[in-house]
């Protein structure tokens, strides 16, 4: 059994982004901003992480605070008036929203060029086209993770169980584009167990604490865990139980350490791909 520390892989990530970042002496630097809703303490913490790897790369970033009763409209104003802002390469709006804001159209009205998320419909489009576009963090890190690992994705049988527009559906479509055989799973699928027996990669993101154990894993399998959960002792645990599964797969990601870290590191990398596009087109 191998782990693959996304933490480790991030950080060569981080590494080459600095020394391409370093070569823009004396020009206009990079700039995400951030918008931070309400004080969730879960985002203020992922907030914190993205200034700090932002920080680490020397590329800028600002975070924009707002109360948690502003309105969609008035939300939606402030994402227009960034947009129009030449010094801002990347535009995140952290999510959860409060209820009373809808999601999609906030991330409708960001500028598709500064969505270093890949969320907005007009880059969900461009990964379903297999055309150029900024795709969403997670999956691009999985994605490089395996790549960086010198794993074989092509003709491989890849599972994914989950499909949320975050996670499970685009890291579907991108393991397709590596040429795996996907099957996406969900809440709805019969003999879960079996389904995922057959998996070469097995990638799991649902969100329930040590979900998938060896009854799930084939011999030798690639497991990679997305999940984020907090047990009932604070700690953080994934949706994979480790210590069941680690002497079965051939490769697997450990919860802290894993994922996590890489999703960061694809921000940083969007936003220096956004900025290197709005560069080439504005000379
Ligand atoms: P989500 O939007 O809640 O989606 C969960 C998916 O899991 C859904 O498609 C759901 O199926 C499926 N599911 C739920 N229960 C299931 C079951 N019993 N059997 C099979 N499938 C089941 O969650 P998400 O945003 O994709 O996130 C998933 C996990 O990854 C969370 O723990 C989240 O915190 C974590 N995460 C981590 C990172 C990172 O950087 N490491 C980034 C994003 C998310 P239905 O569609 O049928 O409901």
Redesign the pocket.
């Known amino acids: 059994m191998n782990i693959i520390y996304g933490s480790e892989i991030a950080l060569d990530i981080k590494k080459e982004l600095k020394e391409k970042v370093n070569l823009l002496k004396g020009k206009r630097l990079p700039k995400l901003c951030v918008i931070l809703v309400g004080n969730n303490p879960a985002s203020l913490s992922y907030v914190r992480g993205k200034e700090k790897g932002i920080s680490e790369v020397g590329m800028l970033s600002e975070v924009i605070r707002l109360d948690e009763s502003i309105s969609e409209a008035n939300l939606i104003e402030k994402i227009k008036f960034i947009n129009s802002d030449d010094s801002v390469d990347g535009i995140l709006v952290q999510m959860p929203l409060p209820k009373h804001i809808n999601e999609n159209r906030v991330i409708e009205n960001i500028d598709p060029s500064k969505d270093v998320d890949g969320l907005h419909p007009y880059n969900i489009g461009k990964l379903y086209l297999k055309e150029e576009g900024l795709f969403p963090c997670?999956p691009l890190?999985i994605i490089e993770m395996l790549k960086r690992r010198d794993i074989e994705i092509s003709g491989k049988n890849a599972v994914v169980?989950?499909?949320?527009k975050?996670?499970?559906n685009p890291i579907s479509k991108m393991l397709l584009d590596e040429n795996a055989t996907v099957t996406t799973?969900?809440?709805?699928?019969k003999n879960?167990s079996e389904v995922c027996k057959n998996a070469d990669i097995l990638v799991v993101?649902?969100?329930?604490e040590k979900?998938v154990n060896k009854n799930f894993v084939k011999e030798g399998a690639v497991v990679i865990d997305?999940?984020?959960?907090r047990n009932s002792e604070g700690k953080l645990v994934g949706?994979v139980d480790f210590d069941d599964v680690k002497d079965i797969a051939s490769y697997i990601t450990p919860v802290p350490k894993?994922?996590?870290p890489?999703?960061i590191a694809m921000l940083l990398s969007n936003t220096y791909k956004a900025y290197m596009k709005r560069e080439e087109v504005n000379g």
């Open positions: 997670t890190g169980i989950g499909r949320s975050l996670v499970g799973c969900h809440s709805r699928t879960l993101a649902i969100g329930r979900f997305v999940g984020i959960n949706d894993g994922v996590g890489m999703t």
